[in-house]
């Protein structure tokens, strides 16, 4: 029967997460236990140095960091939490990781030529990484992602996750969802692939829309090739494609990265763009004559006025 349509979720990230334990400022109550808030530095910290203990898991991956409660944190306070063990944290926005010389080394990036090298490989903006913080923020996160793959998309751990996903689906009547960014983690035909098998299941009682992020679609792709084949290999009675995309425009809420208009941010510190104001125009004209609709993340003010007078152009 009709139940409640989530409009945005992520499927993979979900069952990533579901994986994963939680150390976040909120309470979650969650399949796989419950995850009372830490809301100070100490109570994050006892609690990271708890789970850490009791966990065999390499490396160790937490999530729900949160600097406005739990104070700064980078790699030299992972460094001395965690001094031999590969540790990462997954901040709270989900767009930012922050991880301890241990798992550089893990990584092949503990020497900063290496660090450096990946930045300029991976053609991300070189100010969303830090290597003396160990920080892989924003556009600089797909670094960090590349890495944890082997690791966060494992088979077993993907089908234990979509399952869990499934059954808060069901226990919150929900039937429908769209997932609002398809092919962050593995591209759009390997996370399609991975929802496809996973919502086609005789258990399954959801509907999934699978939408691609706008920046994953290379120039040289012929739109309408690519959503006719993408149809044709993903679509079931329980995953649809439609002619919708994704677009990126400025950073996290929760990791204050949106792009603040003045006086901006009473630190000092500025917000960071996951498109390019030009590139954000080009993928609006792109996308607009191919026919597709729009679905955009924005955040600050400034990034609105960019998204607005970019859609206006679209019309003048």
């Known amino acids: 029967m009709p139940g409640l349509i989530d409009p945005h979720i992520h499927p993979v ?20 236990g419950n995850f009372p808030g830490s809301r100070t530095q100490a109570q994050w910290r006892g609690r990271f140095a708890d789970l850490l203990a ?21 790699r030299r306070d992972l460094d001395q939490m965690a001094p031999s063990r590969a540790v990462v944290v997954w901040q709270r926005s989900f767009h930012e990781l922050i991880v301890n010389t241990a798992t550089l080394k893990a990584w092949g990036l503990a020497d900063e030529a290496a660090f450096n090298a990946a930045v300029v490989q991976a053609k991300v903006d070189p100010a969303h990484a830090d290597f003396g913080r160990g920080i892989f923020s924003e556009t600089a996160l ?22 869990l996903m499934q059954q808060m689906l069901r226990a919150h009547g929900v039937t429908t969802v769209s997932d609002m960014a398809t092919g962050i983690f593995a591209g759009f035909d390997g996370e399609a692939a991975m929802i496809k098998a996973s919502f086609a299941g005789p258990d399954c009682f959801n509907r999934v829309m699978l939408i691609p992020v706008a920046g ?3 120039a040289d792709v012929d739109l309408d090739k690519w959503i006719d084949t993408a149809r044709g290999k993903y679509s079931t009675g329980h995953v649809r494609v439609d002619r919708r995309v994704k677009l990126l425009a400025d950073g996290a809420f ?3 990265n949106m792009q603040m208009a003045a006086p901006g941010y009473i630190d000092g510190h500025s917000g960071k ?39 206006a152009q679209l019309f003048a």
Request: contains cysteine.
């Open 273 to 311: 763009w996951l498109t390019e104001p030009a590139v954000l125009d080009a993928q609006f004209r792109r996308f607009w004559d191919a026919g597709f609709s729009f679905h955009i993340h924005v955040n600050g003010d400034e990034g609105l006025e960019v998204v607005l007078d970019g859609l």
């Open 216 to 218: 994953l679609l290379s």
């Open 54 to 74: 009791k966990s065999d898991a390499d490396p160790f991956i937490c999530w729900g960091y949160h600097e406005l409660f739990h104070g700064p944190l980078d």
């Open 254 to 256: 929760f990791a204050q």
């Open 142 to 163: 797909g670094i960090g992602l590349a890495k944890l793959r082997p690791v966060i998309l494992a088979p077993e751990r993907i089908r234990r996750g979509m399952a």
């Open 13 to 32: 990230q979900g069952s990533v997460m579901l994986n994963l334990p939680f150390i976040a400022p909120d309470d979650w109550n969650l399949p796989t």
